[in-house]
């Protein structure tokens, strides 16, 4: 092990970890302390039915959510980058985007160390501008959103799929038989969704299509992966 990968295993890493954990707690404590001063000083408490009622209207809508984005978003994100996104949010739309980029800029691979600090400080700039845009838009984003056209607010609504669209060119250039092998699929189980075929399964089904494409993508890429080292082994 070189002196840069001895200093990511043992100064780096676990320096990151003690903060992530740090702020993460923070991010529990602040998020649950509007309900706990209405509770305490206020005594306003709702039922406990009603609380056990909400759970688990969230948890059959995205409930599948808080397993499937942690495991599809690891690899790009990295460790630290994976404390960053889910303690901000916006996780699909901006950080994982942010991160991507900042990775085929710096020409380096997710799953690595040096993906995983440049995933970093990306995301760290997406933060910084996302904060800075956010504060912009409160105070005037209603006027200036007014003073567009219709067409152009109308478009705004593409930005997202567009950018998806273009990290799918980005890395499919990159691995073109996973890339269609999972285009297919995703075209394939999305068109069954839309015809009602999942219905029958616990809260909307639309989760079913990240789902099933994220570890259809994982078990192509090792079975990919192992006949490619058993051809090398071959030779």
């Given at each position: 092990?070189?002196?840069?990968?001895?200093?990511?295993e043992?100064?780096?890493m676990?320096?990151?970890?003690?903060?992530?954990?740090?702020?993460?707690?923070?991010?529990?404590l602040?998020?649950?302390?509007?309900?706990?001063?209405?509770?305490?000083?206020?005594?306003?408490f709702?039922?406990?039915a009603a609380?056990?009622?909400?759970f688990?209207?969230?948890?059959?809508?995205?409930?599948?959510?808080?397993?499937?984005?942690?495991?599809?978003?690891f690899?790009?994100?990295?460790?630290?980058?994976?404390?960053?996104?889910?303690?901000?949010?916006?996780?699909?739309?901006?950080?994982l985007?942010?991160?991507?980029?900042?990775q085929?800029?710096?020409?380096?691979?997710?799953?690595?160390k040096?993906?995983?600090?440049?995933?970093?400080?990306?995301?760290?700039?997406?933060?910084?501008?996302?904060?800075?845009?956010?504060?912009?838009?409160v105070?005037?984003?209603?006027?200036?959103l007014s003073m567009?056209?219709?067409?152009?607010?109308?478009?705004?609504?593409?930005?997202?799929?567009?950018?998806?669209?273009?990290?799918?060119?980005?890395?499919?250039?990159?691995q073109?038989?996973?890339?269609?092998?999972?285009l297919?699929?995703?075209?394939?189980i999305?068109?069954?969704?839309?015809?009602?075929l999942f219905?029958?399964?616990?809260?909307?089904?639309?989760?079913?299509?990240?789902?099933?494409?994220?570890?259809?993508s994982?078990?192509v890429?090792?079975?990919?992966y192992?006949k490619?080292?058993?051809?090398?082994?071959?030779?």
């Open positions: 092990m070189d002196k840069k990968d001895l200093y990511f043992k100064e780096y676990p320096h990151m970890n003690r903060i992530g954990k740090i702020t993460g707690y923070l991010g529990v602040l998020s649950f302390a509007p309900a706990f001063i209405l509770a305490v000083v206020y005594g306003i709702p039922k406990p609380l056990l009622t909400a688990v209207s969230i948890a059959s809508a995205v409930g599948v959510l808080w397993f499937v984005e942690p495991i599809s978003y690899t790009i994100l990295g460790p630290v980058g994976t404390y960053m996104a889910f303690l901000s949010g916006n996780i699909s739309n901006m950080r985007p942010c991160a991507s980029m900042a085929i800029s710096a020409d380096v691979e997710p799953g690595t040096e993906g995983s600090i440049i995933s970093t400080l990306g995301m760290a700039v997406s933060i910084v501008v996302n904060v800075s845009v956010l504060t912009i838009g105070i005037l984003g209603s006027s200036v567009l056209p219709s067409k152009v607010t109308e478009a705004l609504n593409y930005l997202l799929p567009a950018l998806f669209g273009a990290l799918l060119v980005q890395f499919g250039m990159k073109k038989k996973l890339a269609l092998t999972v297919i699929f995703a075209l394939i999305c068109t069954a969704i839309d015809a009602g219905n029958w399964l616990p809260g909307s089904s639309n989760y079913l299509g990240i789902l099933s494409c994220v570890f259809l994982i078990v890429s090792v079975i990919t192992k490619s080292k058993a051809s090398r082994s071959a030779e």
